[in-house]
C-alpha cells in the first residue's frame, strides 16, 4: 500500500502512517485517495481557521499544558543548545566555519526536541543532536535561507524582515519531513 499524502510504503491494513502520520482509508483506490487528499485539506484549512480565530490566552494555556512536566527539560535543552552553538563562536576563525556547518543541524535538533514536546512525544535532551542525521538537509537549507534573507535585505529592509519571518519555519519542516530537500 502507497499513503496519499507521503507517498511512502505502508504496511497493508495500517491505520496510521509511520512516515507522515497519517491516517488511513481501509481501500487504497485512487478515487479513495483522491478523497482522503481532499478531505485532509479541508480539515487542514479548517484547523487552521480555528487556530487563526483561537484567542492567544487559549493557545498559551495550550502551550503550558504541553510544557507541564517538561519545563526543566526544555530550560536545560535550550542552555545546552545555546552553549554548543554559542561556544563554537568564541573560537577563531574555526570557529566561524564550525558555526555554520553545525548551526543548521543543531537547530533541526532543537526543532524535533519542541516538536516532540508539544506532540508529548517523550521528548530527550539527546534530539538536539538528531538533526545530524539530516545533516545535508539542514545545512543546505541554512545557507541557502542565508543568502535569500540577504538578498531580499538588499532591495529594502522590509522585505529582508519579511523573508525572514517567511524563512523561519524551515526546521520544524525539516524535523517533520524526511523526504524533504533544502530548496523545498
Known amino acids: 500500500m502507497i499513503c496519499p499524502f507521503c507517498k511512502e510504503e ?3 491494513g495500517a491505520i496510521k502512517c509511520k512516515h507522515c502520520g497519517s491516517m488511513l482509508n481501509k481501500s487504497n ?3 479513495t485517495q483522491a478523497t482522503t487528499v481532499s478531505n485532509f485539506a479541508n480539515t487542514t484549512n479548517q484547523n487552521f481557521d480555528n487556530i487563526s480565530k483561537t484567542e492567544n490566552a487559549i493557545l498559551m ?3 503550558r499544558e504541553s510544557l507541564k512536566g517538561y519545563w526543566g527539560l526544555a530550560i536545560g535543552t535550550l542552555i545546552v543548545y545555546g552553549l554548543v552553538t554559542g561556544a563554537i563562536q568564541i573560537i577563531p576563525l574555526i570557529g566561524t566555519l564550525a ?9 533541526t535538533g ?6 516532540s514536546i508539544s506532540r508529548k512525544q517523550n521528548p530527550k535532551l ?5 538533526g545530524f542525521n539530516k545533516f545535508g538537509t539542514s545545512l543546505g537549507a541554512y545557507i541557502l535561507s542565508a543568502i535569500f534573507i540577504i538578498l531580499w535585505m538588499l532591495l529594502l529592509i522590509i522585505p529582508g ?3 525572514a519571518f517567511s524563512y523561519s519555519l524551515i526546521y520544524f519542516i525539516i524535523a517533520d519531513n524526511d523526504n524533504i530537500g533544502p530548496l523545498e
Request: proline content about 0%.
Open 99 to 107: 558555526s555554520l556547518l553545525i548551526t543548521g543541524a543543531m537547530t
Open 61 to 63: 494555556q495550550k502551550a
Open 161 to 163: 524582515i519579511i523573508a
Open 10 to 12: 505502508i504496511v497493508d
Open 110 to 115: 532543537y526543532c524535533m526536541f519542541n516538536l
Open 29 to 31: 483506490s485512487q478515487e
Open 126 to 130: 539527546s534530539q538536539i543532536f538528531e
